[in-house]
């Protein structure tokens, strides 16, 4: 509001207070409706059901979750949720998910979720969309697990891999940089027998460091409610991230290890190799195309520990660099991801995705490959836009192999 709000203004005001106490919120909170179609140890594979307006067509996309986080990342509130926005435009959406973590999980580790549970839910997603390829799209953790998989799996039906605010060059962290040199002086004696204790990291200390890394909006929240009382869709956006952040749930032990010991002491996805097991996962086998996005305020995973992955994809078939206006979950669903983020991941998706049956599909499957194969291989970058879009605004330029000219800007 003004600092001398209009009529209007307090009008709008009045009734967004009214309705919240009435009503209990502003948001539309309801789920988008969904099937269960595959289950596992930690693993459930949704199907979002098509709209009614829309009949379901082209290749499907596979929301990947992250650990700890709910799958609410995807689905937050209606008018802001992907899954919404996917299901509305007719595309085969679904969901893998791990439900609660316990204490009984605390052996698993990583392995579990790149040997068993995402490749479990790719081959299922693609074998209930007909055999067609499928569209990973990976947040945070599960952006990193979106391609840890397409490496160490290259005969999964991946038709491409999107990764939403995955950082990789994690000594690019702020909020972690300063604390490795002490971690690394303990020789990681100081956290690893209080996780091994809880079993892992708790849904407490999950949730004050999602919070940590947003502090000072958290701090000058107050403010922000008073000032915008009159802004409804900004009310309910608030709303439907604290909800989120109040599902926030555990990290099973030994998967918190993992995370603690090679990523944030030995940075070790910075090299674009991770020993896991007893093989070696190199990013550089990833062959699909790789679409790598960065929020220009994401305070967990800056722009420059996501663009670091960008040189260790060498063999994906394409590799294309967005940064995008954002936090780390606003960069995915906040109000302004829907003319930025999502735009871009619908051209994407467009782009490698086969018309719908028959002949012709498998037609344009074998120039999709040919067209990768030709990627691959290193030329001259085009000198115009062959579409006559500007090639300056987000998602324009598909010929374009590391972002936008708003992307080279920030990145300076």
């Known amino acids: 509001m003004d600092l001398l709000p209009k009529p209007d203004q307090v009008v709008s005001a009045a009734g967004n207070v009214a309705h919240k106490v009435l009503y209990g919120g502003l948001a539309d ?10 289950e596992g140890e930690l693993r ?4 979002y059901r098509p709209a009614a307006t829309a009949h379901e067509q082209g290749d499907p996309v596979l929301l990947v ?4 986080a709910p799958a609410l990342c995807y689905d937050l509130r209606r008018g802001c ?11 085969p959406t679904y969901l893998v998910e791990y439900g609660d973590v316990a204490f009984r999980n605390r052996s698993l580790g990583m392995e579990h979720w790149i040997d068993e549970v995402v490749p479990a839910a790719v081959e299922a997603a693609s074998k209930h969309a007909g055999g067609r390829p499928v569209h990973l799209v990976g947040w945070s953790l599960g952006g990193i697990f979106a391609m840890l998989t397409a490496a160490d799996r290259p ?4 038709a491409s891999v999107a990764v939403v605010g995955s950082p990789v060059d994690v000594a690019q962290v702020p909020l972690v940089a300063p604390l490795r040199p002490l971690l690394d002086l303990a020789d990681g004696r100081v956290l690893t027998p209080v996780y091994q204790l809880l079993g892992g990291a708790p849904k407490p200390v999950v949730k004050w460091a999602f919070q940590l890394s947003s502090f000072q909006k958290l701090v000058t929240r107050p403010l922000a409610v008073v000032a915008r009382l009159d802004d409804a869709d900004f009310l309910a956006q608030l709303e439907a991230v604290d909800r989120f952040t109040a599902k926030m749930t555990a990290y099973p032990g030994r998967s918190f290890g993992q995370l603690y010991h090679r990523f944030v002491r030995g940075n070790a996805l910075s090299t674009g190799r991770l020993e896991l097991g007893e093989r070696s996962i190199d990013l550089s086998a990833i062959t699909a195309p790789v679409l790598v996005f960065a929020g220009t305020t994401d305070g967990i995973a800056p722009v420059a520990s996501v663009k670091a992955v960008v040189p260790l994809l060498s063999g994906a078939s394409e590799v ?3 940064i995008v206006p954002g936090g780390h979950l606003g960069m995915l669903t906040g109000r302004a991801a829907r003319g930025t983020t999502w735009r871009v991941l619908d051209e994407w998706v467009g782009q490698w995705s086969a018309p719908a049956t028959g002949p012709a599909a498998k037609k344009a499957t074998r120039k999709k490959t040919t067209a990768r194969k030709a990627a691959a291989t290193p030329k001259a970058a085009p000198t115009a836009n062959p579409e006559g879009a500007d090639a300056d605004s987000i998602g324009a330029n598909r010929t374009r192999r590391y ?7 920030l990145a300076r």
């Open 29 to 38: 909170l309801r789920p988008m409706p969904r099937t269960l179609i595959d």
């Open 44 to 47: 459930e594979l949704y199907h």
């Open 65 to 68: 979750t992250p650990l700890a």
């Open 81 to 91: 949720s992907l899954v919404e926005h996917f299901v509305d435009a007719g595309r």
């Open 155 to 158: 005969e999964l039906p991946i």
């Open 320 to 322: 294309r660099f967005e």
């Open 403 to 409: 972002g936008s000219g708003g992307s080279r800007s």
